[in-house]
């Protein structure tokens, strides 16, 4: 099962609402984590073996591509632009639901 890290940019009600579904995720807020800068949220969420949802789909790429580069390892990145919460969960569950924790290591996907 994948693991999820929303950034710090995605409500906090959306983890609240996907582990009610029974998905592994925490938000930044619920770890305060929310004043890192965009390489150390990935560099935790590669300690924490998750993949993150994010909304700063510029930065983010540019982290992937780096990772790919330099050969490092990140367990997924999610991508999005800014959308309602409750759409925002509805494609974040039938994302986890159809995708495993294999098939999205080291690629970034738009949800």
């Known amino acids: 099962m994948i693991k999820l890290y929303l950034d710090e940019d995605v409500h906090k009600k959306i983890a609240a609402?996907?582990?009610?579904?029974?998905?592994?995720v925490v938000?930044?807020?619920e770890v305060q984590k929310q004043s890192?800068?965009?390489f150390q949220q990935l560099e935790y969420t590669v300690s924490e073996q998750r993949a993150i949802f994010t909304f700063n789909a510029g930065d983010f790429d540019?982290?992937?591509k780096g990772c790919i580069k330099s050969g490092?390892?990140?367990?997924?990145?999610l991508l999005s632009k800014q959308i309602p919460i409750g759409e925002t969960i509805r494609r974040l569950t039938k994302f986890l639901f159809t995708h495993s924790k294999e098939e999205i290591k080291n690629n970034i996907f738009w949800i």
């Open 17 to 24: 609402a996907l582990r009610l579904k029974g998905y592994d």
């Open 62 to 64: 540019r982290l992937h």
């Open 72 to 77: 490092k390892s990140h367990f997924g990145i």
């Open 36 to 38: 890192l800068s965009d």
């Open 27 to 29: 938000s930044a807020h």
